[in-house]
């Protein structure tokens, strides 16, 4: 029939500029901040969010975060049933790659900076949870971080409640 696209000069080629352009993207994203950065942040942005690579070092340095945070949902339905909803997780080896999409959006949606996900959340579970739903509670948990070898305890973990969503 004919080569693979890859194995073509002209697919090598391509590929080459796109994983060059690629590259330079991630370079560019994770520029220290400052002028050179806010400069290219536009062009690395167009290049790095579509595909999902849009990941900076922050999270790492200088200051990285103290507590391990999560979600979750309890749902009460009108006969009196409470429901725990939590989200997708695909086991330790997969998860990463399978569910970091809802690792990005439980992250947003637990954040006061994006409470205007809090509502639509809440609505679209209690769709998701079949009929009869007459609550949906959005709890965030956390649990604080400690230096490995440093021998303290971590503490029992935190929960609150942070949004409620009445359904009549």
């Known amino acids: 029939m004919g080569e693979r696209f890859e194995c073509s000069t002209v ?7 796109v994983m060059g352009v690629l590259t330079a993207a991630i370079v560019l994203f994770n520029l220290p901040p400052g002028q050179p950065r806010t400069a290219v942040y536009p062009f690395a942005a ?6 999902g690579l849009d990941q ?5 340095a200088p200051d990285p975060r103290n507590a391990s945070v999560g979600l979750y949902a309890r749902i009460s339905y009108a006969d009196g049933r409470e429901l725990i909803w939590k989200p997708p997780d695909r086991g330790h080896v997969l998860a990463p790659y399978r569910t970091y999409r809802w690792q990005k ?3 947003r949606v637990r954040a006061d900076d994006f ?3 809090w509502e639509p959340t809440a609505r679209w579970l209690a769709q998701e949870m079949g009929p009869g739903v007459t609550k949906v509670a ?7 971080s400690v230096t490995p070898g440093s021998g303290q305890s971590r503490g029992e973990p935190g929960e ?6 009445e359904l009549t």
């Open 11 to 17: 697919g090598r080629v391509v590929l080459t500029i």
């Open 46 to 51: 167009r290049v790095l969010f579509p595909f």
């Open 56 to 60: 900076d070092w922050s999270i790492f």
């Open 105 to 107: 959006y439980i992250e």
């Open 115 to 117: 409470q205007n996900l």
């Open 138 to 144: 959005l709890v965030r948990t956390f649990q604080y």
């Open 160 to 165: 609150f409640e942070y949004y409620t969503l």
